[in-house]
């Protein structure tokens, strides 16, 4: 089997982090506010795309809240549904084997695309269960983008073809192969595991394509089409597997009470992506910093982004100002002393981010070319003023204080708190 070509090109280094921070986080901002995913054309979404399954089948057990679900097998047994998630400073990832023997590739967590593509690092090594399909893949990215040909493998555990997890297999899984790219130096491609309508026109001008998350549920390994996703506040500057990504269902075990849920917002185009609709306000006077307005929750977006004139009055309350070196808000340490709470409320439900959730970990002060003294501030412009249809994104910065889940069966994004809502890690 011969792999044409996957050409992925990119102004911005995982390694260069200088600015890059904020950089990508812009960009990556600019092709959701242009209705496009970060990955790949405009999408044409269709409400049977995400409500086409119906509820989840009788063999998901949860009750009403989500505080437990496990996936069975066809002996009864459960399924070992995860797979860890780790934490490399500025991206999440996780281990993805492709082929027969596997070839590992580490691949980044991403709900704000849907394609899964490998090669960007390790090259891609194609075995006996490769099929190419000779359709052109075409994703475009907020720097930069790839194309080339779909090879559509076979994913099996480990024991067999491609493990996501032992129990984790996929049959046929449209997989993106790159044989040369720039700008991904520390990972191999990425694993998108956003809606499926993200994947419209990406490969050969096709309809969409079932994503990693749509084919586990096709293929019965998991009874609803969901993921939670955990993550533990970074605190070192290592790569540590401390997260974790559930496929079927949520952990129990990494919850503090309910799992509260909100449907997909109707508003463009956040409406196009786990759009959610929230209001955010500053401290116990609880002055407006953003009114009720619709954006996104996203992995693959490191920092928390708000529009111009929220980011601004934001700005103004904290006394913070703009460092010129990392491109992120700073502030001393008698404004970090005074320093209040950030709420965002979502579906009538305050998820509070104390004054060390707003900070970023000052053990990893280097990792973004900071002062290891300085105190730096993980809110950041979105560059755009509200009132576009998308006037925030939580990135993962939100996400390490908050168990998230994302509900293709229901459309609708869930969220926890969790052991680490109120660490003071930072």
Known sequence: ???????????????????????????????????????????????????????????????????AQVNLADDGKAVDDTIDATDAALIYTATVGVGSPPT??????????????VGANKKYSKTGTSKETSNDVSVS????????????????????QVTLSPSLTIKSQSIGVASSSRGFNDVDGILGIGPVDLTQGTIGGRTPVPTITDNLFQQGTITTESIGIFYQPSTSAGALANGELKFGGIDSSKIVGDVNYVPITSTSPASRYWGVDQTVTYGSSGETILGLTSGIVDTGTTLILLATDAFQTYQQATGATLDQTTGLLTITASQFENLQSLFFNIGGISYELTPNAQIWPRSLNAQINGDKDSIYLIVADLQSPSGQGLDFINGFSFLQRYYSVYDVTNSQVGLAATPFTNAETN
């Open 141 to 160: 990215y907020g720097s930069g983008a790839f194309t080339g040909k779909e090879c559509g493998h076979l994913l099996f555990s480990d024991l067999d």
């Open 1 to 67: 089997m011969s792999v044409s070509p996957l050409r992925f090109t990119s102004s911005v280094k995982v390694g260069d982090v200088t600015r890059a921070i904020v950089t990508s986080d812009t960009a990556r901002a600019r092709k959701f506010l242009a209705g496009t995913q970060p990955h790949g054309p405009i999408a044409h979404k269709t409400p049977e795309l995400r409500r086409r399954r119906g509820v989840a089948s009788k063999d998901s057990h949860s009750d009403s809240r989500g505080h």
């Open 104 to 117: 590992d590739y580490v691949l980044i967590i991403d709900t704000g695309s849907s394609n899964t593509w």
